[in-house]
């Protein structure tokens, strides 16, 4: 969904969201303090968990294992599916154990106790509300249900809100897209049921990570804003918003997002990597005049780093300095790069931690912000508005590198040398290295494209041809951008209600896909060669 300047006030907010004023009164603390004191916020928790317990009736016991019901009441769920996964994540934690350094330096050790059995059938004493999976795709390990986006005609020629297919069969399921929604969750589940709205595959809740799943994986939801992207993906809708993370971007949420991920990237042969599993900031314009308008979503706040340790796809250091990539990687709650936007236009956000890092187009951080032609043709200046894309890298995603001076590195982005900030004793990237493409021996440029379409050649009668236009950018001699994958040229024309006209045109043109700036982007393989990236 499109991201917007208005996070909701909290008298807007549903009851899950809203326990700050109940902690205040059990704790006698003030509400402000609760929210920005660490210890009076576990304080909070501690007498919010309390009073959970009181009221099922169980004791109030110095074993962890007593607690198991108030743990699953605490998650805020209504149902006990999702409250016991909740719950069940908790235990796990306290099985293993855990360690952590606190952002003022303090180590916290919670020691592992693996044989600790919570009393989990105080679970069918809680009064939660029973919801069936059943016609979902979800894994055991995540609470789902089936909130199914409607398929009916509407007008004499539409129809919506999405595209019956028969995915993989028909065509390979290459992405998942990771959106926020903009919006909270109740608004949200009403509008995928709107058959006059656009649709996606699933929404997350973020108090819980409760997943609702709105469109089969076999059928083309309309979520990416790229029709390329749309018939080769999955997309996911995690209820936030981009500029209030720490309010919406939960633990619950992203555990259960890797599970779903992880699910489905083994279910339909995605690979676990930032080519594959794009954020929806990172789905390009299919055409010129459409990047304007494209999403930026899930934002700079979105932690990639602790998403793909979830998803047991860490990103590590795989070469050494002359492997010729990088892969970003700051240390998110370290990296915190100035913002405007987030609460009115112009105006600083609170300092946070961020996945992103900017971009400058010479080693300075007074030199100016790297230009994005496509995002404003006219010429104009990047600037640090947090959906401003233009002029930065995000987490997990690799570049080749073009220069190094000092504690700056140089990448190659959008057709330019881009200099970010890395210095030894803080790195916001690791060296890596694989597969790059470069133009062809003797051509200066080649053309880059939003979406892998086929060639004239390949349409069969009554399939309209589908324009193969570049976009703005040149790939230009002696640049090299990291391969993601090679993809055939596809179209799926799916243009009426019915199947019986459907089809998947499959070209004899290949294309790579590439990390060509913030989005990633296309380009013919006739027009380069591929080459290791070793310096």
């Known amino acids: 969904l499109h991201p917007t300047r208005s996070v909701p006030a909290n008298a807007q907010l549903p009851a899950r969201l809203k326990t700050l004023t109940e902690a205040a009164r059990l704790t006698g603390l003030p509400a402000e303090r609760l929210r920005t004191d660490e210890a009076a916020n576990i304080e909070g928790g501690a007498a919010l968990l309390a009073a959970a317990q009181k009221k099922a009736g169980e004791p109030v016991s110095a074993d962890p294992a007593d607690w198991y019901g108030a743990v699953a009441r605490y998650s805020g769920a209504d149902d006990s599916a999702t409250a016991a996964a909740y719950a069940n994540d908790v235990y796990g934690v306290i099985r293993s154990g855990e360690q952590r350094t606190t952002d003022t330096g303090q180590r916290v050790v919670l020691t592992a106790r693996p044989r600790l059995a919570p009393a989990a059938a105080q679970l069918a004493r809680t009064g939660l509300r029973r919801v069936s999976a059943a016609g979902t795709e979800c894994p055991d390990t995540v609470s789902c249900e089936w909130i199914p986006a409607p398929y009916q005609e509407f007008g004499t020629d539409d129809y919506g809100n999405h595209d019956l297919g028969q995915r993989p069969k028909s065509q390979r399921i290459r992405y998942i897209v990771i959106h926020d929604t903009e919006g909270t969750w109740d608004g949200v589940i009403n509008l995928v049921q709107d058959p006059t709205y656009v649709s996606w595959n699933y929404t997350l809740r973020s108090t819980d990570g409760h997943i609702a799943q709105h469109v089969k994986a076999k059928d083309v939801a309309w979520h990416a804003g790229n029709w390329y992207v749309n018939a080769t993906s999955i997309g996911l809708e995690h209820e936030g918003f981009l500029a209030a993370p720490d309010a919406w971007y939960t633990e619950a949420m992203y555990r259960s997002s890797a599970r779903l991920v992880k699910y489905l990237g083994a279910k339909y042969g995605i690979p676990l990597d930032r080519q594959h ?150 790195a916001t990237a690791v060296n890596a290295a694989g597969l790059v493409v470069t133009p062809k021996a003797g051509a200066d440029s080649v053309p880059v494209y939003g979406r892998a379409y086929p060639e004239k050649d390949a349409y069969p009668a009554g399939v309209p041809v589908q324009s193969v236009s570049p976009l703005p950018y040149k790939l230009l001699a002696g640049q090299k951008y990291v391969i993601g994958d090679m993809v055939p040229g596809e179209y799926d024309y799916s243009v009426t209600f019915t199947e019986d006209s459907h089809k998947v045109v499959v070209g004899k043109d290949l294309y790579y896909e590439i990390q060509f700036g913030h989005r990633v982007a296309f380009v013919r393989a006739a027009d380069v060669r591929v080459e290791p990236s070793g310096l």
Not at 372 to 382: A, E, H, M, T
């Open 277 to 426: 599993i794009l954020g929806h900031d990172t789905v390009p314009g299919p055409t010129t005049s459409t990047i304007p308008g494209m999403h930026t979503d899930p934002g700079p706040y979105w932690d990639w780093r602790h998403y793909f340790e979830l998803l047991g796809r860490p990103f590590a250091a795989t070469a050494g300095k002359n492997g010729g990539l990088v892969t970003i990687r700051p240390d998110y709650a370290v990296n915190q790069p100035d913002y405007t936007g987030c609460d009115a236009p112009g105006q600083p956000c609170a300092a946070h931690g961020s996945n992103e890092v900017r971009l400058y187009s010479q080693p300075d951080v007074s030199a100016p912000l790297i230009k994005d032609i496509g995002l404003r043709p006219d010429g104009g200046d990047s600037t640090a508005d947090v959906n401003d894309v233009a002029s930065r890298v995000e987490t997990g995603q690799q570049y080749a590198v073009a220069g190094r001076q000092g504690d700056w590195t140089a990448i190659w982005y959008l057709g330019q040398k881009a200099w970010f900030q890395n210095p030894a004793k803080q």
